[in-house]
């Protein structure tokens, strides 16, 4: 969901970076051929994604959720030269569409694919990151959260996506309502952990930065 009208949102586009050609080629073929397309980041939060890395220069990163690739190629834009970025999804089928453009970006060597639950990767992964992306099942955002806080390097970035959920977090919910009920109390975690200073944006369907002080 945006959270701003149509015209806008093309006014943000047409005046912000245009996305490289190999990701309008990704998210073409995404759109084709891949239920629910609009879970890829897209241009504008793919562009925002780009520019933190580019401007964190990260030797490290780590993506929970690869999806098709788009969000894992923005970040790796950033990455040092020999810097790697270490993407979990539990989806197998997605691998080809993964490899078909993860192998013309340039960046197939700094890009390691990790396939199955994500907690037990993660809790088995002995590394620390400069940037976190989350953008996996919801259910689970506070237990990842709980174990990527212990492996950021100083300073570190965590960056949380659809953390507004369409804005179902500030209506009535349902007790059976899990998600959302999960991105209420997670939005508040990272809030009051004083560890962190965050902000969330609304950016495509919320994004929010959390930096280890």
Same mark, same amino acid.
């Given at each position: 969901m945006d959270f701003i009208s149509e015209k806008l949102t093309e006014y943000i586009s047409e005046n912000?970076?245009?996305?490289?050609?190999?990701?309008?080629?990704?998210?073409?073929? =995404?759109?084709?051929?891949?239920?629910?397309?609009?879970?890829?980041?897209?241009?504008?939060?793919g562009r925002f994604l780009s520019t933190i890395s580019k401007?964190?220069?990260?030797?490290?990163?780590l993506e929970i959720g690869t999806y098709t690739g788009y969000g894992t190629l923005c970040l790796a834009e950033g990455l040092l030269n020999e810097g790697m970025i270490f993407t979990i999804d539990r989806n197998e089928e997605l691998l080809k569409i993964q490899n078909k453009y993860f192998e013309?970006?340039?960046?197939?060597?700094?890009?390691?694919?990790?396939?199955?639950?994500?907690?037990?990767?993660?809790?088995?992964?002995?590394? =620390?990151?400069?940037?976190v992306f989350i953008d996996a099942d919801k259910e689970n955002y506070i237990e990842y959260f709980k174990i990527v806080a212990e492996k950021l390097n100083k300073n570190g970035i965590i960056i949380s996506d659809n953390v507004l959920w369409s804005g179902k977090v500030i209506e009535s919910?349902?007790?059976h309502d899990e998600e959302t009920n999960i991105l209420i109390k997670y939005n508040r975690l990272?809030?009051?952990?004083?560890?962190?200073? =965050?902000?969330?944006?609304?950016i495509r369907?919320?994004?929010?930065?959390s930096r280890l002080i």
């Open positions: 912000s970076n245009k996305e490289p050609e190999i990701l309008a080629r990704l998210n073409q073929e =995404t759109y084709q051929k891949i239920l629910k397309p609009r879970m890829i980041s897209g241009h504008v939060q401007m964190k220069s990260p030797s490290t990163i013309q970006s340039g960046k197939r060597d700094n890009i390691i694919q990790l396939t199955g639950n994500a907690i037990e990767i993660l809790k088995d992964l002995d590394k =620390t990151f400069d940037i919910t349902s007790k990272l809030n009051e952990d004083k560890r962190f200073e =965050t902000i969330i944006l609304p369907d919320g994004l929010s930065l």
